[in-house]
């Protein structure tokens, strides 16, 4: 295996990519995210223990977007049918494929990515004890011992700077994680081998990651401006006279369409991982 650097305008073609083979199988793709999501919030209101072993199913979540994306790109037809390797084998639908796939992988290197799952928990931890020395330990206490936090101490200043403190320290987890849970599928990497490479390939493709992460930006700011213009008529139908159901409405398709775009997100970063990384 060996690292390729990509020239910056790669990040604009990944997020076309990503969005072209999203919208070929669409219902596959949110049912995967959901279901994955699904499963991290049920784990996390887990008494005590649920905020820790939530990112434990983060790097499955990771793969298996991943996965899903790599099947539906290399392997779909314009019917939206599994290519018959051999005369008379039976067709298979490109989202069926794609959920047998996933699964196969996340059984095939459950124990790898529970071993990027724990280093995940870890480092979360660690990055919320951190927090305390802004706060007091309010946040740490909210996240780790599930302690109730008052409206006046959520609107202080300290709480705010605490929250903002935690989002830096978890970039960097975020960064390793990339590509760690695809290089031990696809290329057989130790698991703490894997976050270093992850790492190194995004600081030496500095360019194309950058204008990656741009480019998303982008696509989520035409999206909000777009439901926030629904959302304003919905609104304005609802002072007409249909009640606090428009508005309802408005607030289900803001928060349907950052779960989508997040699922869209996420699944573009096979492509970055196939670039980045040659298997010769």
Known sequence: MKLNLVP??????WVRSGLKTFWQQPLAFISLFFLFMAAISMVSVLPIIGSVIAPVLLPFMTLGLMVATSVAHE???PDGLIRATRPG???RPTGSAMFVEVFGAMRAEWRSLVVLG?????YFVFAVMVTALVDGGQLMRAYLLDDAISPEVMASSDFQLARVLLMCLNLPLSLAMWHAPALVHWHRVEPVKSIFFSIVALFRNFGAYALFVLSW???FLLAGIAMGLVATVLVGVGALGAGGAAVAVGNILMIGTALVLAAMSLSSTWFTFRDSFDPN
């Open 8 to 13: 910056a305008r790669t990040g604009a073609a």
């Open 75 to 77: 392997n779909s037809n």
């Open 89 to 91: 084998d039976l067709q």
């Open 118 to 122: 724990v280093i995940s928990a870890v």
């Open 217 to 219: 930006f982008g696509v």
